[in-house]
């Protein structure tokens, strides 16, 4: 078990850093071909996603291939310290949170909650193949879907990440919001409930 999660953070935020672009590139458009071949992947509704920073897996090759009912959303962070969603397209406008992600600028009654997305492509540090993930330790996905540990509901989860974030085995922490799926480029793990 990986139980140093600081240093295992550190040492995978600088492995996915270190991939050269043209390895990136390739990597976000057959990470994009995963995610639309998932078993729950939406026809219609709403996707969110994320602006990656920090060296994270691209998605806008996904973006850009889903199906024409499905609305693409970006995270909000909120003043109750979840996230809310906000449908976006490139070109939009944008204006940075408090840690410098571009966020929509729309106004707040245009926001979506989480409950009401269908699915959710979360950035992870590290994962394993049992679908335990680390995040950058802010704890807002697990806030914001903490209502999915009571009961199963929309949306599903699925983490993203390149396949050299793979860590052994990470200790899931009490707070942590269990995954459906996770993708990377080169593979899909299905995590049975």
């Known amino acids: 078990m990986t139980t140093d999660r600081g240093a295992l953070r550190r040492a995978m935020r600088e492995r996915r850093r270190a991939l050269p672009a043209p390895a990136r590139i390739a990597a976000a458009d057959a990470l994009a071909s995963r995610l639309l071949a998932l078993p729950f992947a939406p026809q219609s509704g709403y996707a969110a996603g994320y602006w990656a920073m920090d060296g994270e897996i691209a998605l806008h090759a996904w973006q850009l291939r889903l199906p024409r009912g499905v609305r693409y959303c970006l995270p909000v962070l909120h003043a109750d310290d979840t996230l809310r969603f906000a449908p976006w397209t490139p070109g939009a406008p944008t204006?940075?949170?408090?840690?410098?992600?571009?966020?929509?600028?729309?106004?707040?009654?245009?926001?979506?909650?989480?409950?009401?997305?269908?699915?959710?492509?979360?950035?992870?540090?590290?994962?394993?193949?049992?679908?335990?993930?680390?995040?950058?330790?802010?704890?807002?996905?697990?806030?914001?879907?903490?209502?999915?540990?009571?009961?199963?509901?929309?949306?599903?989860?699925?983490?993203?990440?390149?396949?050299?974030?793979?860590?052994?085995?990470?200790?899931?922490?009490?707070?942590?919001?269990?995954?459906?799926?996770?993708?990377?480029?080169?593979?899909?793990?299905?995590?049975?409930?």
């Open 95 to 193: 204006v940075p949170n408090r840690y410098g992600i571009p966020e929509p600028d729309v106004p707040a009654d245009a926001l979506l909650r989480p409950e009401q997305l269908d699915l959710v492509v979360a950035p992870l540090v590290a994962f394993d193949a049992r679908g335990h993930r680390l995040g950058m330790g802010g704890g807002w996905y697990d806030r914001s879907f903490a209502f999915r540990t009571s009961r199963p509901a929309p949306p599903r989860l699925v983490g993203a990440a390149f396949s050299i974030q793979q860590a052994g085995a990470i200790a899931p922490e009490a707070w942590d919001i269990p995954l459906d799926a996770v993708c990377t480029e080169t593979e899909t793990f299905l995590i049975a409930p």
